[in-house]
């Protein structure tokens, strides 16, 4: 069973399309890249597969749950960390999970030994009592992925995680995220425009202008377009000769 199945995802803002017959899929434990350039539509994915907008044209599934007709079950296997930082700075690390973890409906002493489990996994459990104002933008990020963690999901979404980080803490969090991958069997959707971010045995789904126009191992990719870097075989299917594995948005 797939991690994620998107099938003939189709989205509209207005008359403007922003995604056009989507498919694709996540296998367990794997690390998929949604590979576009800003505007590509994956933001937009991301607000279908979260339902904050329904969706009305395709299908998502998460481990076999609709997340239209099974919202529930879809949404317990399913850890979410957004763009745009949602700690909350004025409060310790273990506040913002322990609050979190409420809303998810667990007792204040489970949440505490959740929260203090996850932190140790994210390599902050002597950081537990600061404010989340202290922390580097790095640490933030691993913060936000010891939340969305904390209810024990089998597929992660993260939207851009490394905007904004210098190179060292860029690596750092891609190397942590892999290693929940490959040491606890995770499956991971990583949004990104950075080709330095993709391996060759990574699965890659390339988003542009709304379409999903390839999908498959990345060296695979590569191999099939004749290509010298998965950046070039960006460049021969996009048709858009610039991509640069800058910092930052692009
Ligand atoms: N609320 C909205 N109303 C109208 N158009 C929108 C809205 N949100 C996104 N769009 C448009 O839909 C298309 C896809 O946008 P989306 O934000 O999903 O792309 P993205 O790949 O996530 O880019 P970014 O990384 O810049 O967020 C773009 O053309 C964008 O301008």
């Given at each position: 069973?797939?991690?994620?199945?998107?099938?003939?995802?189709?989205?509209?803002?207005?008359?403007?399309?922003?995604?056009?017959?989507?498919?694709?899929?996540?296998a367990?434990?794997?690390?998929?890249?949604?590979?576009?350039l800003?505007g590509?539509?994956?933001?937009?994915?991301?607000?279908?597969?979260?339902?904050?907008?329904?969706?009305?044209?395709?299908?998502?599934?998460?481990?076999?749950?609709?997340?239209?007709?099974?919202?529930g079950?879809?949404?317990?296997?399913?850890?979410?960390?957004?763009?745009?930082?949602?700690?909350?700075?004025?409060?310790?690390?273990?506040?913002?999970?322990?609050?979190?973890?409420?809303?998810?409906?667990?007792?204040?002493?489970?949440?505490?030994?959740?929260?203090m489990?996850?932190?140790?996994r994210?390599g902050?459990?002597?950081?537990?009592?600061?404010?989340?104002?202290?922390?580097?933008?790095?640490?933030?990020?691993?913060?936000?992925?010891?939340?969305?963690?904390?209810?024990k999901?089998?597929?992660?979404?993260?939207?851009?995680?490394?905007?904004?980080?210098?190179?060292?803490?860029?690596?750092?969090?891609?190397?942590?995220?892999?290693g929940?991958?490959?040491?606890?069997?995770?499956?991971?959707?990583?949004?990104?425009?950075?080709?330095?971010?993709?391996?060759?045995d990574?699965?890659?789904?390339?988003?542009?202008?709304?379409k999903?126009?390839?999908?498959?191992?990345?060296?695979?990719?590569?191999?099939e377009?004749?290509?010298?870097?998965?950046?070039?075989?960006?460049?021969?299917?996009?048709?858009?000769n610039?991509?640069?594995?800058?910092?930052?948005?692009?």
């Amino acid at each position: 069973m797939d991690a994620l199945s998107i099938s003939h995802l189709s989205h509209s803002y207005g008359s403007r399309k922003a995604l056009d017959d989507v498919s694709f899929t996540v296998a367990p434990g794997s690390f998929t890249v949604l590979l576009g350039l800003n505007g590509a539509g994956k933001s937009t994915l991301f607000s279908l597969v979260t339902r904050l907008y329904a969706a009305r044209n395709g299908e998502i599934d998460i481990f076999g749950a609709n997340v239209m007709r099974d919202p529930g079950a879809a949404l317990r296997s399913l850890g979410v960390v957004f763009q745009a930082r949602t700690l909350d700075l004025e409060l310790s690390l273990i506040q913002n999970l322990v609050y979190h973890a409420a809303l998810h409906g667990i007792g204040p002493l489970e949440a505490r030994r959740l929260g203090m489990a996850a932190l140790a996994r994210a390599g902050l459990a002597e950081r537990a009592n600061d404010k989340a104002r202290a922390l580097s933008g790095g640490q933030m990020r691993r913060v936000e992925i010891a939340r969305a963690l904390l209810h024990k999901p089998k597929l992660l979404l993260l939207d851009e995680p490394t905007v904004g980080l210098d190179i060292k803490a860029r690596a750092d969090l891609l190397a942590h995220v892999r290693g929940l991958v490959s040491d606890e069997g995770l499956g991971v959707l990583w949004t990104t425009h950075l080709i330095d971010e993709i391996e060759d045995d990574d699965q890659v789904v390339i988003l542009h202008h709304g379409k999903a126009l390839a999908a498959g191992r990345a060296a695979d990719i590569v191999a099939e377009n004749n290509a010298s870097d998965i950046g070039a075989a960006f460049a021969t299917i996009t048709g858009a000769n610039s991509l640069f594995p800058q910092a930052g948005r692009g």
